[in-house]
């Protein structure tokens, strides 16, 4: 499963910034952080979420963290904003 704004190359980064970098196929991409999150409690696959959606299911024991030693890049964070002129 992933978020369909991830690229299929992800480059994983370890404490030591060692980097591996892994190419993926995915079989389901969504377009909501939130239900890609909702499958993951589901037990539909191994998702990517960021840690603040992530944390609840985390703590109750609902989602595991595969690869607590490894992180990927961040992807960007973007506004949007009407024209003003």
């Known amino acids: 499963m992933a ?3 991830r690229k299929n190359r992800m480059e994983f980064l370890s ?3 060692s980097v591996n970098v892994v190419f993926t196929h995915f079989q389901l991409r969504v377009d909501m952080i939130e239900a890609l999150c909702h ?3 589901q037990n539909a696959g191994i998702a990517i979420l ?3 959606i992530a944390e609840p299911g985390l703590r109750s024991g609902a989602l595991v963290q595969l690869f607590p030693n490894w992180s ?3 992807l960007g964070r973007y506004t949007v904003c009407p024209d003003e002129a």
Do not use: N
Request: net charge negative; aromatic share 6%; no cysteine.
């Open 39 to 41: 499958l993951a409690h």
């Open 3 to 5: 978020y369909q704004h």
């Open 15 to 17: 404490g030591d910034d």
């Open 50 to 52: 960021p840690q603040h």
């Open 72 to 74: 990927l890049r961040e």
